[in-house]
């Protein structure tokens, strides 16, 4: 099967993570899968909301916007109420950060991880969970450096990616175009450990076998780790500076 840009089924598009992209956000991380750009920053506030005050734990949560101009057509500013897919992918993205930080360790404070969309190809959720743990950790050595807390308190690196069935192939990464012609797509959370943080897959024309499901879990496993080894380097672009 030819792909539409040319790469092999098992075949990541160019990623790039720029760290410390904005000036103020404790974390401020840029990620290009692709044709997809995204801008995820880490904000931190000294206070917890009500559902854990007096739990001795911190918060982290997430927003997600599609910026005008980001798509083929113009996406209107959702000021008044967000969308149902916007709700379903912040919540995500919220989620599956959230199981990456033993969130005991944080201190009675919140993460806001905010992610915003520049340029969207497919992969829009997945790009801003990968950046997302990025960002998070640029956030937590902030804390570090300024004494707020004692250790980094990650649990396992998570990452993301989207994968798919097209022409009855399975693939890893669907740009728009194959997206919107997939047979079956899904979106899959991993951790450094090879656990499952979250799945999400829908049957768009045929149902899905549990050996393609089997298939399509591997190659997301594939894919994770690359862009898990791609965080490390990014991280340690900084790492000997910032610590």
């Not at 997939?182 to 899959?188: F, P, R, T, W, Y």
């Amino acid at each position: 099967m030819q792909r539409t840009d040319g790469r092999q089924p098992d075949q990541l598009r160019p990623v790039c993570i720029t760290r410390n992209y904005t000036k103020y956000a404790p974390g401020s991380v840029f990620i290009e899968l692709g044709d997809t750009k995204v801008l995820v920053t880490a904000t931190i506030e000294e206070r917890t909301p009500r559902h854990v005050v007096d739990e001795n734990t911190g918060w982290l949560t997430a927003e997600y916007a599609l910026l005008p101009g980001s798509t083929h057509t113009r996406v209107n500013r959702e000021r008044l109420k967000i969308s149902g897919r916007t709700q379903e992918i912040q919540r995500l993205v919220g989620r599956s950060i959230r199981a990456c930080i033993d969130l005991t360790r944080l201190g009675d404070r919140t993460i806001t991880l905010d992610a915003d969309v520049i340029q969207a190809d497919g992969g829009t959720r997945t790009a801003s969970i990968t950046a997302g743990y990025v960002a998070l950790m640029d956030a937590l050595l902030h804390l570090k450096r300024n004494n707020l807390i004692q250790d980094i308190p990650i649990i396992s690196p998570v990452a993301a990616i989207s994968v798919g069935v097209l022409d009855g192939v399975p693939i890893l990464d669907l740009n728009y175009e194959e997206d919107s012609a997939a047979e079956v797509d899904a979106n899959i959370v991993m951790n450094a450990n090879g656990e499952i943080v979250e799945f999400q897959a829908t049957s768009e024309k045929s149902p899905l076998s549990q050996k393609d499901l089997l298939e399509l879990l591997e190659l997301g496993k594939k894919g994770i780790q690359e862009l898990l080894e791609i965080q490390k380097q990014a991280l340690g672009l900084l790492e000997g500076a910032s610590l």
